[in-house]
């Protein structure tokens, strides 16, 4: 924040926590607030030094008109007032003790208002001048249980992405695609009575008379062998 960047901006590097998690974090850690807390105020001060280069930048004051003539440019300068005036109320409601219209000695201490839910006003902590006190935040477990060590960043930070995830505030990685199965296609849309005839007379050519069987166990027997065929000949593996 130091440097410029806001809450928002540092926590969607995937390396760091979710915004909500952060919040999470601070909600009942009094010390951690209070370091936020300065380190919003030095954010602060990183716009203050901003508002002086859009105020002395006059690179684009001027444009020329059709005949060449210099002419004030009213958007670049409507723009860097929007800009200005935009970082002002920032600096003015966030650290009023230094950029606020009021002296110093005459504004009292802001209520810190902090919450990971802002739907829900009972998850807020009010601080009004008053310091609560600390309440030690439990360690963070894996799924068997064992305490992840606070010194292991990495394992830290696996586990945050997987909470995340569970919770619903941080996207999953992509599932890999699913595999495509084999569709040998449509069978023909000619199927009238033309080929039904001619399937039948292949049935009697190659089926003996004489066999004495039910005419319901041969046909089944047929239909068993005309299966066969037509994987043995069509199946993606055959030749």
Not at 183 to 200: A, F, H, N, Q, T
Request: glycine share 4%.
């Amino acid at each position: 924040m130091a440097n410029g960047q806001g809450l928002r901006k540092i926590c969607e590097d995937p390396s760091m926590p979710s915004r909500q998690t952060f919040l999470r974090w601070i909600e009942k850690d009094t010390g951690r607030q209070t370091q936020y807390q300065a380190a919003r105020e030095a954010l602060m001060d990183w716009y203050a030094e901003e508002i002086l280069e859009i105020a002395w930048d006059d690179s684009n004051d001027t444009i020329k008109d059709k005949k060449g003539e210099p002419k004030a440019n009213h958007e670049w300068i409507n723009r860097s007032r929007l800009k200005v005036d935009t970082l002002k109320f920032l600096m003015a409601k966030l650290h009023p003790k230094r950029y606020g219209d009021r002296l110093p000695e005459a504004v009292e201490d802001r209520n810190i208002q902090i919450s990971w839910q802002a739907e829900n006003p009972i998850n807020r902590i009010e601080l009004v001048g008053v310091r609560p006190e600390r309440e030690i935040i439990s360690p963070i477990h894996d799924d068997a249980g064992n305490v992840i060590n606070a010194s292991d960043n990495s394992a830290l930070r696996k586990r945050i992405i997987e909470l995340e995830e569970r919770l619903g505030v941080r996207e999953a990685p992509p599932a890999p695609p699913k595999l495509l199965t084999w569709d040998p296609g449509p069978l023909p849309s000619r199927m009238d009575g033309e080929i039904v005839l001619k399937l039948v007379d292949v049935i009697k050519q190659h089926v003996p008379q004489a066999d004495q069987r039910p005419p319901e166990e041969v046909l089944d027997e047929v239909l068993a062998e005309c299966a066969k065929a037509l994987q043995t000949k069509y199946s993606p593996t055959a030749g």
